[in-house]
């Protein structure tokens, strides 16, 4: 017997086999003990590219995997939207200062993009910034800020008195703005 997870979060007893495959998918073989003579023997439903929510047959196939939300921990950078926003936008910011450096002769392998940017500053940071607990809010966008300024991009601007970015204050107040 095994206990199988319905949609409504209850357990049922299972008398039957599961089996587990290393696509995402598996097998529910048997009836549940409540619905035995539910079904005629031999009944099969398979179920592709969905989440299984309490079907009852003999043989139950399910492919494809399960997608799952992010995972935001409480108490993070991650739980507060406001916080979180800004971390993105900055993140983003320095992403698009990291593809620019091409202009000024930097030579990288590969795309520059969003998710290696917050990769390496997970490296950095010994996480990744939505992860960082919130009293480090400072400490994280003082560190991707001076990341900015460090880009040739970020140099170049700020010596012909431009910003490289805007404020926490500022931000969702002002038009996201390239020429910023």
Same mark, same amino acid.
């Given at each position: 017997?095994?206990?199988? %997870?319905?949609?409504?979060?209850? #357990?049922?007893?299972?008398?039957?086999?599961?089996?587990? *495959?290393?696509?995402?998918?598996?097998?529910?073989? $048997?009836? *549940? =003990?409540? %619905?035995?003579?539910?079904?005629?023997?031999?009944?099969?439903?398979?179920?592709?590219?969905?989440?299984? +929510? &309490?079907?009852? %047959?003999?043989?139950?196939?399910?492919?494809?995997?399960?997608?799952? $939300?992010?995972?935001?921990?409480?108490?993070?950078? $991650?739980? *507060?939207?406001?916080?979180?926003? !800004?971390?993105?936008?900055?993140?983003?910011?320095?992403?698009?200062?990291?593809? +620019?450096?091409? +202009? !000024?002769?930097?030579?990288?392998?590969? #795309?520059?993009? %969003?998710?290696?940017? #917050?990769?390496?500053?997970?490296?950095? /940071?010994? $996480? /990744?910034?939505?992860?960082?607990? /919130?009293?480090?809010?400072?400490?994280?966008?003082?560190?991707? @800020?001076?990341?900015?300024?460090?880009?040739?991009? &970020?140099?170049?601007? #700020?010596?012909?008195? @431009?910003?490289?970015?805007?404020?926490?204050?500022? *931000?969702?107040?002002?038009?996201?703005?390239? =020429?910023?």
């Amino acid at each position: 017997m095994v206990l199988v %997870a319905t949609r409504w979060g209850r #357990r049922i007893p299972h008398f039957g086999a599961v089996s587990y *495959h290393p696509t995402g998918s598996h097998t529910i073989s $048997g009836v *549940h =003990n409540f %619905a035995k003579n539910a079904a005629p023997v031999g009944n099969t439903v398979s179920v592709i590219g969905t989440h299984n +929510s &309490g079907i009852i %047959a003999n043989k139950v196939t399910v492919q494809g995997k399960l997608k799952t $939300g992010p995972i935001i921990m409480p108490g993070t950078i $991650g739980a *507060h939207p406001r916080e979180y926003n !800004y971390v993105e936008y900055l993140v983003k910011r320095l992403t698009k200062f990291r593809e +620019s450096g091409a +202009s !000024y002769g930097q030579k990288r392998k590969g #795309r520059i993009h %969003a998710g290696g940017t #917050r990769s390496i500053l997970g490296d950095q /940071l010994g $996480g /990744l910034p939505k992860d960082q607990p /919130l009293e480090c809010f400072d400490r994280v966008v003082a560190h991707i @800020q001076a990341k900015i300024d460090k880009t040739a991009l &970020g140099r170049n601007r #700020r010596s012909r008195g @431009q910003r490289n970015y805007h404020e926490f204050h500022e *931000h969702g107040q002002l038009p996201d703005d390239d =020429n910023e």
